[in-house]
DNA sequence: GTCTATAATTTGATAGAC
DNA sequence: GTCTATCAAATTATAGAC
């Protein structure tokens, strides 16, 4: 049994990364949970502040998916096939993807969330390509750029093909 | 002298590319052009017709500058600097990138309209890659991911850096 | 072509009962 | 912790005067 907590942040996520932080209502994210808006203020004083803590969660939730990984380059392939699963289960964006690119105008905290969100993620593909790259950071930052983008264009284009054929040679960026 | 549709159509860009779809009212907008909403609904009965206009232009635009662009491999670096540049002015997203990552919740004819930019890049960038590359389709898609996903960073990092490193060795998606 | 006025609905958020 | 009821403001959109 999932708390109320829980289940609110799991339908916000769904929300957020299909129409971003302005896409959805206070009232359609509580019919999801199957509750009122009124309970998810309960929880939740405001949007900005559900938005950041959720998205602060989702850091962490992917932190610990990273952790199975394995290491060295074969890390960029796994990175590829999370992306990819995620596509394939009609889960959308990222969600720091969708709110990356609407970061300019949300609010403070939420922005600032979804910047740590990428600072942890180049960190630990920084860390990851430290023996096989001569600039490892530059080359963190250009796959996850290739995987978020590639995201993108399969979402506009309605085919994950379009995933597929721009992150098929991933590897050349390391 | 530019007419009002032109200069509605100017501020609904800058509000798209910014905050997406629904990260604006027609208020906002008209108070931008220095109209009323009223007026922004003769020239554009409704956001959905405004916004699939607006796209639909914004590929015609689109168009028109890559004719001016050289061809060959030098037309990859064409595009790196055109994508950075609209970043730099602070402009935000591109466009299409931008109602792309939304694309799954907006009216069918917006979605329509993004999907077709993407298909007008995609032929372009595969027109000017066929005597350089083996795959020139799949290259092109690749690279197209890559600016998208660049910006996106960019964005979400608040860095102009980030586009330049995920961008710098662009080339060898070819 | 632009305006004022307004309709009808939705939004984020609060008060207070249970 | 959830609800009903409600608020004030904002939203998309329309009617009709000028």
Request: charged fraction near 30%.
């Amino acid at each position: 049994m999932t708390s109320t907590v829980d289940r609110i942040l799991e339908a916000a996520e769904a929300r957020v990364r299909q129409a971003g932080y302005h896409g959805f209502s206070f009232r359609e994210l509580a019919a999801d949970v199957g509750i009122k808006s009124a309970s998810v203020h309960h929880h939740f004083p405001t949007k900005e502040a559900l938005i950041a803590h959720l998205t602060a969660h989702y850091r962490g939730k992917f932190k610990e998916e990273l952790a199975s990984l394995p290491v060295g380059r074969a890390r960029v392939a796994a990175y590829r096939a999370m992306f990819r699963e995620q596509l394939e289960l009609g889960f959308g964006m990222c969600l720091a993807g969708m709110l990356g690119a609407e970061s300019e105008e949300l609010p403070d905290s939420v922005a600032e969330e979804t910047r740590r969100f990428f600072d942890m993620l180049v960190a630990d593909l920084t860390d990851t390509l430290e023996n096989d790259s001569g600039e490892p950071r530059r080359a963190a930052i250009a796959i996850i750029a290739q995987l978020e983008g590639a995201m993108l264009l399969a979402r506009a284009s309605g085919s994950i093909k379009h995933f597929d054929d721009a992150t098929e040679r991933l590897e050349k960026l390391i």
